[in-house]
């Protein structure tokens, strides 16, 4: 019977607990962003500031009255998170954590400059900080759209992940750019060559050549015998001489 009275009693002092917090102010806003490995890209304060811009009363609002949907959709007008969860806490503070996103390539898109991300979601370059990541660009011939990238896009966001989860390939290639007719042309790190890499089909055979010609041939050739490497062409590399 004591402990039934005791877990009764413990039951209704949670409950009284919990309408008196519903019924107290929100004490503020706090923001925890999980960076990772990756540069600060947004401030915890940019992403208050954002809530707050959408949710002005929002710190004026009791407790209970909190709409955690409205405040997540408020903190997703930062284009730099993503995972984004809010709570209230026992103190009363609007809690929001959140993810930042990692970007994997910077694009040039006409006179644009951004980033993208795994996911292929476009963001603004960081007035806070700045990656040091794979360049992008292309002889675009559709605007760019956030929502919905175009093919020209797509074909680069593949790649750039291959590139990206590929760390034997990763430091081989410094910059893509894609062509009107989607073929994709890459600046290696070393030698004065371009590389014509076609489409992003057989990507695996098509690094796996380029890196066997880089161990083998090119030694021999000189790092700067050739004007252009392609690998367009099914199970080969063919070299194109520089012209004197």
């Known amino acids: 019977?004591?402990?039934?009275?005791?877990?009764?009693?413990?039951?209704?002092?949670?409950?009284?607990?919990?309408?008196?917090?519903?019924?107290?102010?929100?004490?503020?806003?706090?923001?925890?962003?999980?960076?990772?490995?990756?540069?600060?890209?947004?401030?915890?304060?940019?992403?208050?500031?954002?809530?707050?811009?959408?949710?002005?009363?929002?710190?004026?609002?009791?407790?209970?009255?909190?709409?955690?949907?409205?405040?997540?959709?408020?903190?997703?007008?930062?284009?730099?998170?993503?995972?984004?969860?809010?709570?209230?806490?026992?103190?009363?503070?609007?809690?929001?954590?959140?993810?930042?996103?990692?970007?994997?390539?910077?694009?040039?898109?006409?006179?644009?400059?951004?980033?993208?991300?795994?996911?292929?979601?476009?963001?603004?370059?960081?007035?806070?900080?700045?990656?040091?990541?794979?360049?992008?660009?292309?002889?675009f011939t559709e605007p760019l759209r956030i929502d919905s990238l175009n093919s020209q896009t797509l074909a680069l966001v593949s790649l750039a992940n291959f590139l990206d989860n590929e760390k034997k390939y990763h430091n081989l290639i410094d910059q893509i750019y894609i062509e009107n007719d989607g073929d994709i042309i890459m600046v290696p790190k070393l030698g004065d060559h371009i590389i014509e890499l076609g489409t992003t089909d057989d990507l695996d055979t098509k690094f796996s050549n380029l890196l066997a010609f880089y161990r083998r041939g090119m030694p021999r050739a000189g790092w700067n015998t050739y004007s252009k490497v392609s690998l367009k062409y099914r199970g080969q590399v063919v070299c194109t001489k520089e012209k004197k």
């Open 1 to 139: 019977m004591l402990i039934l009275a005791g877990a009764l009693a413990l039951a209704i002092l949670v409950i009284v607990a919990n309408i008196n917090r519903s019924h107290s102010q929100v004490r503020g806003i706090e923001v925890s962003i999980r960076y990772g490995r990756t540069p600060v890209l947004v401030s915890e304060q940019t992403v208050v500031d954002s809530i707050l811009a959408a949710l002005p009363h929002l710190t004026a609002q009791f407790v209970g009255d909190v709409d955690r949907d409205a405040v997540e959709q408020a903190a997703s007008h930062v284009p730099y998170l993503r995972d984004i969860s809010t709570s209230v806490s026992v103190s009363g503070k609007v809690v929001v954590r959140a993810v930042q996103r990692r970007p994997i390539a910077r694009l040039f898109y006409g006179a644009r400059e951004l980033y993208f991300d795994d996911e292929g979601t476009i963001m603004p370059v960081s007035r806070t900080g700045d990656c040091n990541v794979l360049v992008a660009s292309g002889d």
